[in-house]
């Protein structure tokens, strides 16, 4: 062992030329490539928080709105969802991706993806969006972390909220800032 430590020291001791450039270089690169996979994470899953919000809107206004229907289909998913994939899927969690479809309705996300609809009349993009659109599409009207909507819904005022979505964008606010 003790050799093969003395190697490998004797090794980083003789750089070759021009080696600082080339390592820095390379972090450089894994360092943008490692962030730029973690936004685009971020913006799909916030997508699908998203879609899962406006699935449960559309099951709840689907004529089943009887007492105690809504409440009942949230238990249910957060049970079957936390089975299913741990964590993140409590009642709470599902209630605010209900609150974030309905505080970015459909003719906001309709508006990233409209090219792809052709012709059609605003009131049919509004009925289609959710239905023709890509997850990565949507994922690109989605330009803040899940965590930085969770608290932007607080704000009850759709104008105040725009302000602090665009000041986060702006400034590149973290949660922690807010």
Request: overall charge positive; aromatic content about 8%.
């Amino acid at each position: 062992m003790t050799r093969k430590k003395s190697a490998v020291a004797g090794k980083r001791a003789a750089l070759p030329a021009g080696y600082a450039g080339i390592h820095g270089g390379i972090v450089e690169l894994l360092d943008s490539a490692r962030q730029a996979a973690a936004r685009s994470v971020n913006a799909l899953m916030t997508a699908s928080y998203w879609e899962i919000g406006r699935r449960i809107v559309e099951a709840e206004q689907k004529g089943r709105r009887r007492a105690g229907y809504g409440e009942q289909l949230m238990e249910r998913l957060s049970a079957d969802l936390t089975a299913r994939f741990g964590r993140g899927f409590g009642v709470n969690n599902l209630e605010s991706m209900r609150r974030f479809f309905l505080a970015y309705p459909q003719p906001e996300i309709s508006q990233t993806v409209s090219g792809k609809l052709g012709n059609e009349s605003p009131a049919e993009k509004s009925q289609t969006v959710s239905r023709k659109f890509d997850l990565s599409e949507l994922a690109q009207a989605f330009t803040l972390p899940w965590s930085a909507y969770v608290r932007l819904l607080s704000v009850k005022d759709d104008h105040a909220r725009q302000f602090y979505e665009v000041e986060a964008l702006r400034g590149g606010w973290s949660v922690r800032h807010a």
